[in-house]
Nanobody, 123 residues
């Protein structure tokens, strides 16, 4: 069973930046599509960004386009989410997920999940 571990969350002021990391426990992560989801208090989990296994295809939620960048380093079995120009509405728990299917923003398509990392954007 693939295990995913996120890190990099924290408290940041509006307009600031954070970089989240997600490390996979075995080499199968390198051939999975990977995604970042987030969940704000009282809201459903929503897709933020996804990257294909090769890294050649990426997609983003409209709310983060132009501000967030997803990438992966297969040599480190790691997927990143660079978050710039953060807004208070970006606050939530960010989860990394992996799927053997193609990129998706549907939580039911993802079989492996991390434990989440808290991101708080506040002055």
């Amino acid at each position: 069973q693939l295990q995913l571990v996120e890190s990099g969350g924290g408290l940041v002021q509006p307009g600031g930046s954070l970089r989240l990391s997600c490390v996979g426990s075995d080499v199968t992560f390198a051939v999975d599509a990977a995604a970042w989801f987030r969940q704000a208090p009282g809201k459903e989990r929503e897709g933020v960004s996804c990257i294909s296994a090769s890294g050649s295809d990426t997609n983003y939620a409209d709310s983060v386009k132009g501000r967030f960048t997803i990438s992966r380093d297969t040599s480190k079995n790691t997927v990143y989410l660079q978050m710039d120009r953060l807004k208070p509405e970006d606050t939530g728990v960010y989860y990394c997920a992996a799927t053997t299917l193609y990129c998706s923003d549907d939580v039911s398509d993802f079989a492996s999940w991390g434990q989440g990392t808290q991101v708080t954007v506040s002055a």
